[in-house]
């Protein structure tokens, strides 16, 4: 059974960086798409970047972009999300999602196509 953990949430100051991390286990990321999403109280879950199960990358959310980036470890089974620049628009819960790919270049910023999540990790910009 895949399991996602995310970590390295926090209370910044906005102009701060924070990096996300999330675990992955029962698997390694060769098998699997992972994304990252987010959901600020009130408002709708949002795709923010994605990697494919071949490697590659996708950004989706135009607020981030220039601002957020997506990387793995060599061991593929840690996908960070390094968040530059914070906006006080960015305090939400963050979250990694994974999708069984046999597509090298599937991926997607639809949260119901992926059937696994972590638990979130909250991250708070404020001044």
């Known amino acids: 059974q895949l399991q996602l953990v995310e970590s390295g949430g926090g209370l910044v100051q906005p102009g701060n960086s924070l990096r996300l991390s999330c675990a992955v286990s029962?698997?390694?990321?060769?098998?699997?798409?992972i994304a990252w999403f987010r959901q600020a109280p009130g408002k709708e879950r949002e795709g923010l970047a994605c990697?494919?199960?071949?490697?590659?990358?996708?950004s989706y959310l135009d607020s981030v972009k220039g601002r957020f980036s997506i990387s793995r470890d060599n061991a593929r089974t840690t996908v960070y999300l390094q968040m530059t620049n914070l906006k006080l628009e960015d305090t939400a819960v963050y979250y990694c999602a994974a999708r069984p790919s046999d597509r090298s270049t599937w991926c997607s910023n639809t949260g119901t196509f992926f059937g696994y999540w972590g638990q979130g990790t909250q991250v708070t910009v404020s001044s």
């Open positions: 990697f494919t199960s071949g490697g590659g990358t996708r």
């Open positions: 029962g698997s390694t990321l060769d098998f699997y798409a």
